[in-house]
């Protein structure tokens, strides 16, 4: 079953520190508080982890969800 718009109750955003991956934030930053949307922060990462890169994409993910939360937007990092 396909969610119409209007019921977009939580967004999901996998992000890797790419440019690329960080190009749907302005998008984010408008359709999220028109929808009141809860938005989740994931951080991707290729490979196995250390507890410093582990430290570091949390970091990043925690950076980023901070951000969105001052600009009024429901965020938290996953």
Do not use: C, W
């Not at 890797?16 to 960080?22: I, L, M, V």
């Not at 925690?62 to 969105?68: M, T």
């Amino acid at each position: 079953m396909v969610k119409s718009i209007s019921q977009l109750q939580e967004i999901l955003v996998p992000l890797d520190g790419s440019g690329e991956a960080e190009s749907v934030l302005p998008y984010l930053r408008d359709l999220a508080p028109r929808f009141g949307s809860q938005v989740h922060i994931l951080g991707v990462g290729i490979g196995g982890k250390t507890r410093r890169v582990n430290r570091l994409l949390e970091d990043y993910t925690k950076r980023i969800a901070n951000g969105l939360n001052g600009n009024n937007i429901k965020a938290k990092a996953v």
